[in-house]
């Protein structure tokens, strides 16, 4: 069956930096947009990045343009979220998922997610 498992996640201060990692199996990995969501308490789960199956296109919440870059490298089957210069309201868990169309912002389009991981940024 399908699955992708989050890594990376951890405990860390402001302007420190942190890369998650995401390891697809069960798929064609090569034939799926891949992107990164988050969801803070209280708030709702919101778009951070995605990638096109190739990736060529990638695509940035304004919140995390500058700071953050996703990349992928299909013959491992993972995607990656490199985060610089953190701060504490990027503090969320961080999910990876998979669209069989097209890089998009929309979780809708999403048709696999992984468990999360958990990403704290004290201040």
């Known amino acids: 069956q399908v699955q992708l498992v989050e890594s990376g996640g951890g405990l860390v201060q402001a302007g420190d930096s942190l890369r998650l990692s995401c390891a697809a199996s069960?798929?064609?990995?090569?034939?799926?947009?891949m992107g990164w969501f988050r969801q803070a308490p209280g708030k709702e789960r919101e778009f951070v990045a995605a990638?096109?199956?190739?990736?060529?296109?990638?695509f940035y919440a304004d919140s995390v343009k500058g700071r953050f870059t996703i990349s992928r490298e299909n013959a491992k089957n993972t995607v990656y979220l490199q985060m610089n210069s953190l701060k504490p309201e990027d503090s969320a868990v961080y999910y990876c998922?998979?669209?069989?169309?097209?890089?998009?912002?929309?979780?809708?389009?999403?048709?696999?997610w992984g468990q999360g991981t958990q990403v704290t940024v004290s201040s």
């Open positions: 998922a998979a669209s069989g169309r097209y890089a998009t912002t929309d979780p809708h389009q999403y048709v696999h």
């Open positions: 069960g798929l064609t990995f090569s034939s799926y947009s």
């Open positions: 990638i096109s199956w190739s990736g060529s296109s990638t």
